[in-house]
């Protein structure tokens, strides 16, 4: 029987979830362990399947308990709680993707559905354990202040967080931005955690946001190089030949009149944002040689950035693909944010994202591989609000 391991040194807590899970003894065993300390004990000694755990706790907290588990049970699925109430912190951590969390206070009936959901899935073959872009979007989100230490094979880096913000990187011969771009883009990786931060000085200016996207970059541009320039086999991205939008029972009816802006869509660039959010974004995505064109805009459809010159109709599709994904994941009951890829009738690739607050168009050139840029879109995304 598969057993699961509960780390929490709320000990009424503890005894509170098993006197629940009591009804579920038939389908899973529990063990207990009231910090990280405690954990690796238990994992040492017994067979386990999967770790449910807190953040906050002495001797060990949860984050180098997660940390130990990257390095020594990468394919430990993993169930995060947290006191993450508010709508911006959920958007996050749902962005993040490669891990299951549930809020405290704990809905007992929705914790029971993710634990037996994780153990149904087939041992081995996957991944369940935090990311490393995860991890760092976790340490964040708390405002952590740690040093982490990272390899991947036989590279090693050092990151310095304060408060949640990455101060400093450094790996082989490079320091700062360089090095967390370096680092962010390394796979297969062990962290190793430590609470405390010798740096004092902020030197890194960008935004956790860009590193990740920017490692992303590295990494698609890495897998570019090795795969001699191919394209890459996009059968796992799905199709949209079996989709016919006609046949969903969906409010689909949002006027979708073109913007004032897109009358200027004709020229090189048109640029009216001026929300400091945008203006990074923006930045950003124009320092890519892959993005041959970008269309930013806000969920009514106004257009807030230009360049490249998509055409009129592109833009409105863009839009209109965005409204139709949010529904249709409403309407299936999708979790965490998606992303609609497109080939279009000149052979260019359209990657289409939604935000919070904003919808994103992006050109492709042949070279781009479509996954890590969404992947390295989503936190940067979920992050921007447009100021009112």
């Known amino acids: 029987m598969k057993k699961v391991l509960i780390v929490d040194d709320d000990e009424s807590f503890l005894h509170s979830l098993i006197d629940g899970f009591k009804a579920y003894e038939d389908q899973f065993s529990i063990a207990m362990a009231g910090n990280g300390l405690e954990a690796i004990d238990v994992l040492k000694e017994q067979d386990i399947s999967l770790v449910l755990t807190d953040l906050k706790m002495p001797e060990m907290d949860g984050f180098q308990l997660v940390a130990h588990l990257s390095s020594n049970y990468s394919d430990m699925p993993i169930i995060i709680m947290t006191a993450y109430d508010t709508p911006e912190m959920q958007d996050s951590l749902r962005e993040m993707g490669t ?141 949209l030949d079996s989709l016919n939008l006609e046949d969903l029972d969906l409010d689909l009816s949002t006027d979708l009149e073109p913007s004032p802006a897109l009358s200027e869509a004709t020229k090189e660039e048109t640029d009216t944002a001026t929300d400091p959010a945008i203006v990074q974004l923006t930045t950003m995505l124009n320092s890519f040689p892959e993005i041959t064109s970008s269309t930013i805009s806000s969920k009514d459809g106004s257009i807030l950035h230009q360049a490249g010159a998509p055409d009129s109709n592109t833009a409105n599709f863009i839009t209109y693909v965005a409204v139709a994904a949010e529904q249709i994941q409403i309407a299936l009951g999708a979790t965490g944010r998606q992303y609609s890829f497109f080939t279009m009738d000149n052979n260019a690739k359209l990657l289409v994202l939604c935000g919070q607050d904003i919808i994103v168009g992006l050109s492709l050139d042949d070279s781009a591989l479509p996954e890590p840029i969404a992947d390295g879109l989503r936190p940067v995304l979920s992050r921007i609000k447009l100021q009112k």
């Open 99 to 239: 891990f299951q969390y549930i809020e405290k206070p704990i809905d007992f009936d929705i914790l029971v559905g993710k634990i037996i959901k994780e153990l149904k899935k087939p041992s081995g073959g996957y991944i369940t354990g935090v990311s490393l872009s995860s991890f760092l979007q976790l340490l964040e989100l708390d405002k952590k202040t740690c040093t982490l230490t990272i390899h991947a094979g036989d590279k090693e880096g050092i990151m310095y967080f304060r408060d949640g913000d990455l101060l400093d990187a450094t790996t082989q011969d490079m320091q700062g931005s360089n090095a967390a771009f370096t680092i962010v883009s390394w796979t297969n990786v062990s962290i190793e955690i430590e609470n405390s931060c010798s740096v004092t000085e902020n030197n890194i200016e960008e935004t956790l946001g860009f590193i990740l996207l920017e490692g992303s970059r590295r990494k698609d541009e890495d897998s570019a190089t090795r795969s001699q320039g191919g394209v890459s086999d996009s059968t796992g991205l799905g199709s």
